[in-house]
């Protein structure tokens, strides 16, 4: 079976690409479901790997007599925390969007208000702006000196 990290969050939920019908209304119901799915699943694996961690951290614990070997093992402790803390900020942002979505707020862009998109979603269920307003912002951040 594939390492599900390899897989994008479509397969980690179990679904398929959504399939728009002709004139269907953007973020209807169907949509909103199904990204509450992607979401949902994507926020448990999170978790499940934030669980693995501190199980593996608590059974990996030991006191090395050698500094090198001690060294070693706070240095690999230090980058899954660091790794864990940056998944925790994730699952925030992931039950934010949730919220939109039971809210009937979710799809739009923040800046400017049009329709973000179907596929754009799918790959980045997070997302909160358009694709031209993501790249304004980027080009700005750039400019500015903080990229």
Known sequence: MPDQKKL??????GLEPYQEKPGEEYMNEAQRTHFKTILEAWRNDLRNEVDRTKSHMQDEAANFPDPVDRAAQEEEFSLELRTRDRERKLIKKIEKTIILIKEDDFGFCDSCG???GIRRLEARPTADLCVDCKTLAEIKEKQSGRG
């Open 8 to 13: 994008g969050l479509l397969a980690q939920a």
């Open 114 to 116: 049009i329709e973000i």
